[in-house]
């Protein structure tokens, strides 16, 4: 089985910052891209905050630009998203999702998310 955990979600005051941490557990050959989402309260869906290759190259959404960096240890299976100059609008709870390959193929997975809250 594979399994998805993020940490480092809390509380924190605006303009502060936070470093997510996302962990891949489980049967693991390689895992190709990660993501962070979010879903921010009363929203029903889940968006993309940023992503990055196997190799390193990172993407963010408009909003996660110059303010969030995405980062990545493949040796030991994890993703990072390192948040700064929080605002409250960032308030939501925080997904990381894995493209991870094992004898079984490759699939994507989904962490249980980590709840960050912005206080203004």
């Known amino acids: 089985q594979v399994q998805l955990v993020e940490s480092g979600g809390g509380l924190v005051q605006a303009g502060g910052s936070l470093r997510l941490s996302c962990v891949v557990y489980?049967?693991?050959?390689?895992?190709?891209?990660m993501e962070w989402y979010r879903q921010t309260p009363g929203n029903q869906q889940r968006e993309l905050v940023a992503s990055i290759t196997r190799g390193g190259v990172a993407t963010y959404e408009d909003f996660a630009k110059d303010r969030f960096t995405i980062s990545r240890d493949n040796a030991k299976k994890m993703a990072f998203l390192q948040m700064s100059s929080l605002k409250s609008e960032d308030t939501a709870v925080y997904y990381c999702?894995?493209?991870?390959?094992?004898?079984?193929?490759?699939?994507?997975?989904w962490g249980q998310g980590t709840q960050v809250t912005v206080s203004s």
């Open positions: 999702k894995g493209a991870v390959a094992n004898e079984f193929g490759t699939r994507e997975y």
């Open positions: 489980g049967r693991v050959n390689r895992v190709y891209a």
